[in-house]
């Protein structure tokens, strides 16, 4: 068992750091990027990551060196990684949808010629009927 504290508590030492370092990370692209489309990619992407990561880390904390699973850390890790990409995603088509701009330096935009064609389809449907 002692080998596996000793290479256990770097593990779980870094996974932590590197959780808080991406959540620090993330605080700064929230204040720093210039649109809400740019930091929903920044709140979901390095905060999801920082949260799994502090999790994992308490995760293996506690199986390594307190000897029992926790099943409250899997649920965690399980709901935080299926629900924060896809909340941001939603967030980011509503803001789209109701037209919320992009940044002026925003070099592509895949969706405007898919929108523009489902509003043309939902007018036409709606003089139809």
Not at 47 to 70: H, K, R
Not at 101 to 114: A, E, F, G
Request: proline share 3%; hydrophobic share 50%; with cysteine.
């Amino acid at each position: 068992m002692e080998i596996i504290e000793i290479i256990g508590e770097p593990i779980i030492g870094l996974l932590i750091i590197l959780g808080a370092l991406l959540s620090a990370l993330s605080t700064f692209g929230l204040i720093r990027l210039p649109d809400v489309y740019l930091r929903s990619h920044a709140a979901t992407k390095s905060a999801t990551l920082g949260v799994l990561s502090i999790l994992l880390g308490a995760f293996l904390f506690f199986i390594l060196d307190q000897g029992y699973t926790s099943a409250r850390l899997l649920l965690g890790i399980v709901f935080v990684f299926l629900t924060a990409p896809v909340a941001g995603h939603l967030i980011c088509r509503a803001a789209y949808r109701t037209g919320v701009p992009l940044w002026d330096q925003s070099v592509q935009d895949d969706l405007k010629n898919l929108v523009v064609k489902e509003r043309n389809s939902e007018q036409n449907d709606s003089s139809v009927q």
